[in-house]
């Protein structure tokens, strides 16, 4: 099974692309459940946001799914 993978979170309120912010930012935040996130840039892979790993277990995705469409639409 494949890990979800966040195209868009938060930061200061605003809804953010991984393109539109540094390694390292801490103001970013999951659209589901407001948890801190990362940024992830790995070379030969699609750039992403992921749960800070110690939050990885307190969000299912679902909310944050749903919100990143609604934005997309």
Do not use: W
């Not at 938060?10 to 390292?24: A, I, N, Y």
């Amino acid at each position: 099974m494949s890990k979800l993978t966040y195209p868009v979170a938060l930061r200061e309120g605003s809804p953010v692309t991984p393109d539109k912010v540094q390694q390292g930012d801490i103001s970013l935040r999951c659209l589901g459940c407001a948890a801190p996130m990362i940024v992830r840039n790995e070379e030969g892979k699609v750039s992403h946001f992921a749960h800070e790993s110690d939050q990885v277990g307190s969000c299912s995705g679902g909310n944050a799914l749903r919100y990143a469409t609604m934005l997309a639409i």
